[in-house]
């Protein structure tokens, strides 16, 4: 069972930058893959970012690719989410989500990953 927490968020003007971080426990954490989702007032969750069990291979959403960096440490097991360049359409409750074992899949539909954080809320103000 692997349990995930993020924190975070918070309220930044269009332009400004955040970074999220999530704290992973239980599990095998090198051999999980790790993603970043969000989920605006509305509409479904959809993919924002994520990076393999290693971290040598990562996939971003086309609106988010040249402004958010997603990196992860193993020996502290976290994820980290650098958000630059922020814009009013990034609002959102952004979560992090896992999937054991499946490292190098560029597979990044939500159904794919097995736990999920509370999720964090992200607002930029224009």
């Known amino acids: 069972q692997v349990r995930l927490g993020e924190s975070g968020g918070g309220l930044v003007q269009a332009g400004g930058s955040l970074r999220l971080s999530c704290a992973a426990s239980?599990?095998?954490?090198?051999?999980?893959?790790m993603g970043w989702f969000r989920q605006a007032p509305g509409k479904e969750r959809e993919f924002v970012a994520a990076?393999?069990?290693?971290?040598?291979?990562?996939g971003y959403a086309d609106s988010v690719k040249g402004r958010f960096t997603i990196s992860r440490d193993n020996a502290k097991n976290t994820v980290n989410l650098q958000m630059n360049s922020l814009k009013p359409e990034d609002t959102a409750v952004y979560y992090c989500?896992?999937?054991?074992?499946?490292?190098?899949?560029?597979?990044?539909?939500?159904?794919?990953?097995?736990?999920w954080g509370q999720g964090t809320q992200v607002t930029v103000s224009s």
């Open positions: 990076i393999s069990c290693s971290g040598g291979i990562t």
């Open positions: 989500a896992a999937q054991e074992k499946r490292c190098y899949s560029t597979n990044y539909s939500p159904k794919l990953y097995d736990y």
């Open positions: 239980g599990g095998t954490f090198r051999n999980t893959r």
